[in-house]
C-alpha cells in the first residue's frame, strides 16, 4: 500500500466514520440538552440560558463539520456522491470552512462567558445583581456571535474559485489535506504554513474547476500575524489562562463551601460533585486543547526556526486535531447524564422514566449557587 493510500484510507476511517458518528450524536446530544436544560427549574436562570447558547454554539460546529470533514473528504476520496454534488462542492467549500471557524470560535467565546458569569456568581456575590442579569447576558451572546463573524471574515477572502484545463493538474493533486492544498516540494512559505486542499471538480470542454490560494492569502504579514500569532492567542492562549483562573477560583470556592457543609452537620455531597464535575470538564478540556496548541507551535518552529517536520505527519496531525475539536463538541451532554442527577432525571423523565421525576423533586441535584460549569471546549478551530 503506497502513502497515499494508506492516507485515504486513514482520512475515510477518521473524518468519515468517527467524526461523521460523533457529528450525529453531538448534535442529538446538544438538541437534547437544550431541551433538558430548558425544563430545569432548579438551576439558575442565567446558567441555564448560558448553556442552553454553548449547546446551540456546538450543535451548529457539529452541522459546519458534517461538510467540513465527512462529506468534504467523501468528495476528495472516493466517488460515493452524485456528479452534480460533486461540480458544486467547491462552491460549498468557501462558506463551510468560514462557518465551521465562526462556530467554533462563538462556542470558545461563550464557554468563557459562562465560566466568567459563574465566577462573579460564587465568588463575587456582591457584583452578580449588577453584571449576572438575563438582559446583560442576551447582549453579550450577540456581541460574542458578532465579534466572531467579524474575526473570522478574512478566511472568506482567502479562497477562491478559478478554471484550468484538466491537463494541468498534477496527479499529486490527488492528495488532499483535509482543507487545504497540497505543500509542493518547492512551495512557498504560506503554502507550507497551513495545508492546502485541491478542491476540484471536473467540467465540460477539458476543464477542471477548483479552489486556489489568494494573494491575501499568501501574504506572509498575513500568515504570520493572522494565521498564526493571532490565532493562537485569540483562540488558545487567552481563553485558557481565563478558564484555568476562573475554574481555579471556581473549584477553591466549591471546596470552602464542602467544608462549611460538614462543620455544619450538613449534606456536603453536592458541593463535592461539583467540584468533581469540574475537575471532569477541566480534564476533557486539556486534552482536547492540547493537540491544537502543539500544532501551532510546530507550524511554528517548521517555517521559522527551520526544525524539520514531516509534511505527511502534518496532514495526519490536522485530522487528529480536528477529532479533538468534534469530540469537545459532543461530549457534554455524557457529562451532564454521568454527574448531574437532575439532569439525568429530567432526561429519564422526558423518555418515559416518570418514576424518576418524584426522585427529582425530593432530591434536586443542581443548586442554583453551584451550577454545572461545562469548561471543556476550548480548543485551536480547524486548522485554517
Not at 494508506?6 to 446538544?30: H, R, W
Request: proline fraction near 5%; charge should be positive; charged fraction near 15%.
Amino acid at each position: 500500500m503506497t502513502l497515499s493510500a494508506a492516507y485515504e484510507q486513514y482520512m475515510i476511517v477518521v473524518d468519515v466514520y468517527i467524526i461523521g458518528a460523533l457529528c450525529t450524536f453531538g448534535i442529538a446530544g446538544n438538541v437534547l440538552s437544550n431541551v433538558v436544560l430548558s425544563r430545569d427549574r432548579t438551576i439558575r436562570r442565567t446558567t441555564g440560558f448560558l448553556m442552553q447558547m454553548l449547546a446551540v454554539a456546538d450543535a451548529a460546529f457539529l452541522v459546519s463539520c458534517l461538510f467540513a470533514d465527512p462529506l468534504h473528504t467523501v468528495v476528495e476520496f472516493t466517488d460515493w456522491l452524485p456528479a452534480a454534488i460533486r461540480r458544486g462542492w467547491p462552491y460549498v467549500v468557501v462558506y463551510v470552512r468560514l462557518m465551521t471557524s465562526i462556530t467554533l470560535t462563538a462556542s470558545v467565546g461563550m464557554v468563557v462567558l459562562l465560566t466568567a458569569d459563574r465566577y462573579i456568581a460564587i465568588c463575587r456575590p456582591l457584583h452578580a445583581a449588577q453584571y449576572s442579569t438575563l438582559p446583560r447576558l442576551r447582549r453579550a451572546v450577540a456581541v460574542l456571535w458578532v465579534l466572531a463573524a467579524v474575526y473570522n471574515l478574512p478566511r472568506f477572502f482567502e479562497k477562491k474559485l478559478v478554471e484550468v484545463k484538466t491537463d494541468r493538474v498534477s496527479p499529486s493533486d490527488n492528495l488532499a489535506l483535509n482543507g487545504s492544498d497540497v505543500v509542493s516540494n518547492n512551495s512557498t512559505m504560506a503554502d507550507t504554513l497551513l495545508n492546502l486542499t485541491q478542491n476540484s471538480t471536473p467540467l465540460e470542454s477539458g476543464h477542471m474547476l477548483k479552489l486556489q490560494w489568494s494573494a491575501m492569502y499568501r501574504n506572509q504579514v498575513y500568515q504570520v500575524v493572522y494565521k498564526v500569532c493571532l490565532a493562537f492567542v485569540v483562540q488558545n492562549l487567552l481563553p485558557l489562562v481565563a478558564l484555568v483562573f476562573f475554574n481555579q477560583r471556581l473549584v477553591h470556592a466549591l471546596h470552602e463551601s464542602d467544608q462549611l457543609r460538614r462543620h455544619s452537620a450538613t449534606d456536603g455531597g453536592t458541593g463535592r460533585q461539583h467540584t468533581w464535575m469540574l475537575v471532569v470538564v477541566v480534564i476533557v478540556f486539556v486534552v482536547c486543547q492540547l493537540p491544537g496548541a502543539a500544532w501551532h507551535v510546530c507550524l511554528v518552529l517548521y517555517a521559522y526556526a527551520g526544525v524539520p517536520f514531516s509534511q505527511i505527519a502534518f496532514s495526519y496531525a490536522v485530522a487528529a486535531v480536528n477529532l479533538m475539536l468534534v469530540v469537545n463538541s459532543s461530549v457534554n451532554v455524557v457529562i451532564y447524564c454521568f454527574m448531574g442527577r437532575q439532569f439525568r432525571a429530567i432526561l429519564l423523565h422526558m423518555i418515559g422514566c416518570g418514576g424518576e421525576r418524584e426522585n427529582a423533586r425530593r432530591n434536586p441535584e443542581v443548586d442554583p449557587g453551584h451550577p454545572v460549569v461545562p469548561m471543556h471546549h476550548i480548543a485551536t478551530p480547524h486548522p485554517p
